[in-house]
């Protein structure tokens, strides 16, 4: 019943800075851990942060860690990736995810539903 639709995804220069957006319908993010994952051509799906329901705690994974920043908008019932420092290994497919049951924050086995992606590239 939840869908998600993510946006701000483009072509960025290395070093440079994007802000995707993950916008949720059926169902308020209040309610819900809400996770960002990325997929490269040839790679396994790779967790890249998430924000809990209850209490707003943060993770990112350590790729990330230090350059990307998960926050979430509750009265747009919007969540929000700010991705500063941008590498060209960043190039990606971006998906929001969502879950409602607590298994590994980390795991995309973990959630359900998915969006349909943004791309993300970083030029050399």
């Known amino acids: 019943q939840v869908q998600l639709v993510e946006s701000g995804g483009g072509l960025v220069q290395a070093g440079g800075s994007l802000r995707l957006s993950c916008a949720a319908s059926g169902r308020a993010i209040t309610t819900l851990t809400m996770a960002w994952f990325r997929q490269a051509p040839r790679k396994e799906r790779e967790f890249v942060a998430a924000?809990?329901?209850?209490?707003?705690?943060?993770y990112s994974g350590d790729s990330v860690k230090g350059r990307f920043t998960i926050s979430r908008d509750n009265a747009k019932n919007t969540v929000y990736l700010q991705m500063n420092s941008l590498k060209p290994e960043d190039t990606a497919i971006y998906y929001c995810a969502a879950r409602n049951t607590v298994r590994n924050i980390m795991d995309p086995a973990s959630y359900d539903p998915w969006g349909q992606g943004t791309q993300v590239t970083v030029s050399s």
């Open positions: 924000i809990t329901w209850i209490g707003g705690t943060t």
